[in-house]
T-cell receptor, first 108, second 113 residues
């Protein structure tokens, strides 16, 4: 199956700092999503981005499908951004393969 | 517009009992997906269903697990004769069509004693 690698695995930031999370995948995809799993375990949709660039407030994402990677940018981080960020991809349109995630801790 | 609903949110079963997990997709969504999050294995796809049809169950264990999405009512993930290794968070997601963004429910956390 398709392999998904996320980096870094862990990240500690001070409030206000910016960060970039990376997702590499091993095959062409027709679905790519970024999620935030909050400390209560809920999966929050951030972006549906099989290609191109999107922005939503302090978050933005870019997927370069031809080079098989996606980036999630977090600017002016807040303590509520803490949690695990997952990248998930599908090559058949529906069976999302999740990476192991980036665990983010934002300190005051 | 209500999101994906799952119940119960927490479920405790003893070994050998049955577990039934329910999922109501978002309004207007006819595609349902189940995923399992095991502590050391991460999130894994289990099954993809449309109304009254199982489209792909390749990620579901061959024994004891079954899923359905009837014409009326929620999708059900059923685990018979649960074992400790079934303890996990089970997430349901839905989408309006295939090849589209999936929206996840809050999950059901199953604990097998």
């Amino acid at each position: 199956g398709i392999q998904v690698e996320q980096s870094p695995p862990d990240l500690i930031l001070q409030e206000g700092a910016n960060s970039t999370l990376r997702c590499n995948f091993s095959d062409s995809v027709n679905n790519l999503q970024w999620f935030h799993q909050n400390p209560w375990g809920q999966l929050i949709n951030l972006f549906y981005i099989p290609s191109g660039t999107k922005q939503n407030g302090r978050l933005s994402a870019t997927t370069v499908a031809t080079e098989r990677y996606s980036l999630l940018y977090i600017s002016s981080s807040q303590t509520t951004d803490s949690g695990v960020y997952f990248c998930a991809v599908a090559s058949n349109g529906y069976a999302l393969n999740f990476g192991k995630g980036t665990s983010l801790l934002v300190t005051p | 517009n209500a999101g994906v609903m799952q119940n119960p949110r927490h479920l405790v079963r003893r070994r050998g009992q049955e577990a039934r997990l329910r999922c109501s997709p978002m309004k207007g969504h006819s595609h349902v997906y189940w995923y399992r999050q095991l502590p050391e294995e991460g999130l894994k796809f289990m099954v993809y269903l449309q109304k009254e049809n199982i489209i792909d169950e390749s990620g579901m264990p061959k024994e004891r697990f079954s899923a359905e999405f009837p014409k009326e009512g929620p999708s059900i993930l059923r685990i018979q004769q649960v074992v400790r290794g079934d303890s996990a968070a089970y997430f349901c997601a839905s989408s309006p069509v295939n090849y589209n963004e999936q929206f996840f429910g809050p999950g059901t956390r199953l604990t097998v004693l």
